[in-house]
């Protein structure tokens, strides 16, 4: 059988029609990107490992009735995902200053927040995703002030989920971000966290060493990116210890 319609090329995953409507296939790439895409290369066995930690926090978010697109994952680097409206941001949750903050702000990196700072981009890849406020988002409609109470309500639950989780392992939640999307039943529309959550996505210390294990590693030439989200995956017992991550890739047809 031909493989399903190509919707959507992203730099770390591709998004193909599903099987049933209102179903996406999301396809999770080896390709690793930096500053925009200024930066680039192929690891293997990272699409493999986002795949299996993104179902893995998407299917705790469900337990703790924090509303998501992740259906069930179809293989080693696929996942079936309910279609969504993407709103056009990215949502940032802040819990040390790190990156960006640091150097906006001249805050040294690992200082602790005196509460999670939430920031947006705007989606854009042209304008390298800049920094936006809540006026910005009114007055461009890409979000309603209901929309944003949900947004910032979806993304502390994310954030207490996230960091607790991390915490018991031995692992500092520095910062993340997540995508929202809409749902529509019937007349009746609601909001529900999108894309990955994976160490694509966050930037995760060791409690004890400060040793990154996120995509920093690849930033920043750190050393072995699958070794840094592979020691993640074996802490949350989504691989066990001593296993090696299957890297041949695996379609859906």
């Not at 925009?36 to 690891?43: R, T």
């Not at 819990?95 to 990196?109: T, Y």
């Not at 920031?119 to 929309?147: N, R, T």
């Amino acid at each position: 059988m031909a493989r399903r319609k190509k919707i959507y090329e992203g730099k770390a995953k591709t998004l193909f029609e599903g099987p049933e409507p209102g179903t996406i296939v999301q396809y999770f790439k080896d390709d690793a990107t930096a500053f925009n895409a200024e930066k680039k290369d192929v690891i293997e066995g990272k699409g493999v490992l986002n795949n299996m930690l993104s179902e893995y926090f998407m299917t705790g978010l469900t337990n703790i009735g924090v509303p998501n697109h992740f259906i069930r994952r179809l293989n080693m680097r696929e996942q079936l995902v309910r279609a969504c409206e993407i709103i056009p941001l990215e949502i940032i949750v802040r819990n040390f200053a790190a990156g960006s903050l640091s150097k906006r702000l001249g805050i040294e990196e690992g200082t602790a927040l005196p509460r999670p700072i939430i920031e947006y981009c705007y989606k854009d890849d042209g304008l390298g995703d800049p920094l936006v406020g809540e006026e910005h988002i009114a007055a461009f409609g890409w979000a309603s002030q209901q929309d944003m109470d949900d947004i910032v309500s979806l993304a502390l639950r994310v954030n207490d989920f996230l960091s607790g989780v991390m915490y018991g392992v031995g692992i500092k939640l520095v910062d993340f971000k997540i995508e929202v999307g809409r749902v529509y039943d019937g007349d009746f529309q609601r909001l529900i966290v999108a894309d990955e959550i994976s160490p694509d996505s966050c930037r995760l210390w060791d409690v004890a060493t400060g040793q990154k294990l996120d995509k920093d590693v690849f930033r920043r030439d750190l050393g072995s990116l699958t070794d840094a989200y592979t020691e993640v995956a074996r802490r949350l017992g989504v691989m066990p210890k001593g296993s090696a991550v299957p890297i041949k890739p695996t379609l859906i047809n």
